[in-house]
């Protein structure tokens, strides 16, 4: 089959991580970032950096979106929907949440009919995404997404389909509000070793081997005990993402990830947003 000719909206870690992946498949890549310089290193042949969105999809079946949030999302869409060949599939990949998503569905739906939208976020962070370790929630007509599922293929190991688009967003919001919990409890635990006279290698120490030994810890321990908070996800993205999984479950049953809210916008506040998430570990220690 052949391969489908593929627009990046996005150049971040993530963004970044899947052309280049869809590259080293050989797919012929276009690409598109506010900052261009970060697509930079990506020229080669094969792929080419656009300076708009509409020039970077003219010439792509499948184009992907890897963007912060609905409005962006939508606003970048908006500024390339005229130029999107003819019966495209466009995969919305970003956290955008139940309402976000829908909004965007909504706008394909009434401007380019003939499009087939697929939401397809992803389980995994910058350095699984790098190696093509990521897993894609999909939703949306999977008998029309041959194209898609070929490009899910190159950048994921697996893709799992939920249902009708927007049923990925939501088990999205499910993966990650696991995900900032476990955090934000490795964190305050770590806190509490700490002051029984426990450095993080032993707290690993003491989960390696057993069902509580989650790999995703031990990779925050080794952030928190050296001080290296090089984001694989940023703290202030994270915080978005646990706002909008309050917003769409029932806040009432949810006062944990509620609270964490409120803890993380404050680190946020504080000037940490940049940072990878387990940077809130140095928050709760500097906090008297």
């Given amino acids: 089959m052949k391969q489908p000719e593929v627009a990046v ?26 900052s261009p310089e970060k697509g930079e290193d990506l020229t080669q042949p094969g792929f080419t950096l656009a300076d708009s969105p509409a020039a970077a999809v003219s010439r792509a079946s499948v184009i992907i979106t890897m963007l912060p949030d609905e409005k962006t999302t939508r606003d ?5 929907l005229s130029e999107i060949p003819q019966g495209a599939t466009v995969c ?14 909504q706008l394909l739906s009434e401007q380019r009919p003939d499009i087939l939208f697929l939401d397809a976020p992803v389980s995994g962070t910058k350095a699984p995404a790098e190696n093509a370790q990521i897993t894609v929630l999909a939703s949306g007509d999977r008998s029309r997404a041959g194209a898609a599922e070929q490009v899910f293929a190159a950048i994921s190991k697996a893709t799992l389909w939920q249902g009708d688009a927007g049923a990925g967003s939501r088990m999205k919001l499910v993966v990650n509000s696991w995900l900032i919990g476990l955090m934000q409890s490795l964190a305050e635990s770590e806190r509490l070793a700490e002051s029984l006279g426990f450095g993080p290698e032993a707290f690993w120490q003491a989960l390696e081997g057993g069902p509580l030994a989650a790999p995703y810890a031990k990779v925050k321990l080794q952030m928190i005990e050296s001080g290296d908070f090089s984001p694989q996800m940023q703290l202030i993205w994270a915080l978005k993402d646990a706002k909008l999984a309050v917003e769409a479950g029932n806040a009432a049953q949810l006062p944990a990830l509620d609270n964490i809210t409120r803890l993380w916008q404050q680190a946020v506040d504080d000037g940490l947003g940049a940072q990878d998430l387990a940077v809130i570990s140095r928050y709760l220690a500097e906090r008297q």
């Fill in 9 to 34: 909206l996005g150049l971040g870690a993530m963004g970044h991580a899947f052309a280049s992946n869809l590259l080293k498949k050989g797919f012929a890549v276009y690409g598109w970032n506010r």
């Fill in 76 to 80: 970048v869409l908006t500024q390339a």
């Fill in 92 to 105: 919305q990949m970003g956290t955008l949440g139940v309402e976000g998503t829908e909004k965007l569905h």
